[in-house]
C-alpha cells in the first residue's frame, strides 16, 4: 500500500506542476500592453495627438518631394483629415541622416485639419505653424514658434465666429509647443446632420427663421506638437 501511495503522490505532483506551468502561459497572456486610445500622427520632425480611434480608422504616409504628409482614412478609405510637414531648403533624408552624426538646424512648417467637437470630422479647423528647430544624436526641440494661424476646414457648411488663438507654450528651446485654439461654430445648414444629431453634440438650436444661423456651439481645444528624436 505504501508503495501505491508513493506512486500516487508522484502522480498527483506531476500534475499539479504540469497544471502551473499550462496556466502560466495563460495568466501572461491577459496582462496585455494596450495601444494609444487615440492615434499619434508622427512627422519628421514632431508627433501630434489626434482624436480619432485607432479601432475605426487607419494612417497613410506619403513623401512628396520636401513634403511629409499623414492621411487618416475611414473604415470605408475615405479621407477624413490630414497632415503634412515641409523642410524648408532642406531634403527630408538630410534632415533624418545628418540629424544622427550632426547638430542641424532648420525651418519646418507644420499644418493639419484639427477636430473641434471629440473624433467627428464634421467641424475642424485648419492650423499652420512655421518653426524654427534644431536637433542633433538623440534629441530635437523647437527654437521659436515663428508665426501661426488657423481657420475653418474646407466645408462651407459652417463658420468659425470670435476665432482666438494663444501661444501656450512661453520658453524656448522646448520639446513641446501647445497652440490653444477658441471660438464659435455656426452653421445655417440643416443637411449637415440631423437635428438630435446636432443637440447631442451641444449644438444650440435657433428656431427662429430670420435668424442668420440655425445651430451654434462654442469650442476650446489646443495642439500640441512634441518633438521626438
Not at 542641424?104 to 467641424?123: A, Q
Amino acid at each position: 500500500m505504501n508503495k501505491i501511495h508513493k506512486i500516487i503522490n508522484i502522480l498527483l505532483s506531476y500534475f499539479i506542476f504540469l497544471f502551473m506551468f499550462t496556466i502560466t502561459p495563460i495568466q501572461a497572456e491577459e496582462i496585455i500592453s494596450y495601444p494609444e486610445s487615440w492615434i499619434t500622427i508622427k512627422l519628421i520632425s514632431c508627433s501630434i495627438q489626434t482624436t480619432y480611434n485607432p479601432a475605426d480608422y487607419s494612417v497613410r504616409y506619403k513623401t512628396e518631394g520636401n513634403k511629409y504628409t499623414a492621411i487618416i482614412l475611414d473604415e470605408k478609405g475615405n479621407e477624413v483629415s490630414r497632415y503634412s510637414e515641409t523642410i524648408k531648403d532642406m531634403d527630408i533624408q538630410d534632415v533624418i541622416l545628418f540629424n544622427k552624426v550632426n547638430t542641424i538646424s532648420y525651418e519646418s512648417i507644420v499644418e493639419g485639419m484639427i477636430n473641434l467637437v471629440g473624433g467627428r470630422s464634421d467641424f475642424q479647423a485648419y492650423l499652420k505653424a512655421r518653426m524654427k528647430i534644431s536637433s542633433g544624436n538623440y534629441w530635437r526641440q523647437c527654437d521659436e514658434l515663428l508665426e501661426y494661424e488657423y481657420s475653418s476646414g474646407n466645408s462651407d457648411l459652417y463658420s468659425l465666429e470670435g476665432t482666438q488663438s494663444f501661444e501656450a507654450t512661453t520658453s524656448y528651446p522646448n520639446g513641446k509647443v501647445k497652440i490653444d485654439i477658441n471660438g464659435v461654430i455656426e452653421t445655417n445648414a440643416i443637411s449637415l446632420t440631423n437635428l438630435e444629431t446636432l443637440k447631442t453634440l451641444g449644438f444650440t438650436i435657433n428656431d427662429s427663421p430670420s435668424s442668420s444661423w440655425y445651430s451654434r456651439k462654442t469650442y476650446n481645444t489646443s495642439v500640441t506638437f512634441i518633438f521626438m528624436n
